[in-house]
């Protein structure tokens, strides 16, 4: 009788905590779906207006054509750079080894105003301001991290005697890494580059200090129409951007049941 007690009550718990981590992005579906004119919750009636309007309004299909052309930039950036750099820490003996590895993490915790005010006044003299490359390489410094640490644990499970086996029958050994590593480490790569996509399209401050008036990504149209309105499409535009997380977190999901598969 207790254990079922302490089963329930655990269980009530975990909910409770479940409900308030959620309750703020179901306030947000719920009034994407309004049929009012404000950002009132409960909604009063249930409506599709709010994305009708997005989908007609240029500003706004412009401002996700910029921010899918600024996360695919980011993500291809982020691989490039990540992939060589988790080889190195894995496969390597190299000075400070662990500073190094250290530097790279520490992108994720530095505070984003920080890097926001100094990829800035970086960027300026390099004349990399105002460009959607330009963002996708600052974007890419935070976004490395994931492909680092994806990659990285990656390597560690796979099993390099299956390297050594291709290049004992004849294979360059670059040649090897490409054709037999890289295939195997794929779910990991793919993991790193789609958390570096999703933090580029939720990224607000260094998109507003570092893009200027080339064009809006949607963080910074939303943040931008939330001065000057209060009309539900900033709740529609959030609930897309949602969707992009769960999407993204279904394609995590999905390529680590495959490395499972793979390593099985």
């Known amino acids: 009788m207790n ?3 302490d089963r329930l009550i655990l269980g009530t718990a975990v909910a409770a905590i479940i409900l308030y981590l959620i309750f703020p992005v179901i306030v947000v579906l719920a009034i994407s779906f309004s049929s009012g004119n404000f950002l009132n919750f409960p909604p009063p009636g249930f409506s599709l207006r709010w994305y009708r309007a997005i989908a007609g309004d240029p500003e706004w299909v412009s401002a996700f054509i910029v ?31 662990a500073l190094l590895s250290a530097l790279i993490l520490c992108a994720l915790v530095t505070p984003p105003i920080v890097t926001a005010i100094s990829t800035y006044l970086f960027f300026v003299p390099l004349g990399l301001d105002n460009s959607i490359v330009g963002l996708a390489c600052a974007h890419a410094v ?3 991290p994931f492909v680092v640490i994806n990659t990285a644990a990656s390597l560690r499970g796979t ?42 399209a939720h990224e607000l401050l260094i998109a507003t200090f570092v893009l200027g008036g080339v064009g809006k990504p949607v ?42 598969r793979r390593s099985t």
């Open 142 to 144: 935070s976004g490395m």
């Open 3 to 5: 254990a079922n007690a």
């Open 159 to 200: 099993d390099r005697n299956l390297e050594r086996a291709a290049i004992i029958h004849g294979a360059h050994p670059l040649w090897a890494v490409v054709r037999v590593t890289l295939p195997i480490i794929a779910p990991g790569i793919v993991i790193g580059a789609v958390l570096a996509f999703v933090h580029s």
């Open 67 to 97: 921010t899918l052309k600024l996360g695919g930039l980011t993500a291809l950036f982020a691989t490039l750079l990540g992939v060589p750099a988790a080889f190195a820490l894995v496969r390597y003996i190299i000075p400070a080894k």
């Open 219 to 260: 963080t910074v149209k939303i943040w931008s129409d939330m001065q000057a309105t209060s009309d539900p499409t900033i709740a529609a535009a959030s609930a897309i951007l949602i969707g992009l997380a769960i999407l993204t977190l279904a394609t995590v999901v999905s390529a680590q049941a495959l490395a499972r």
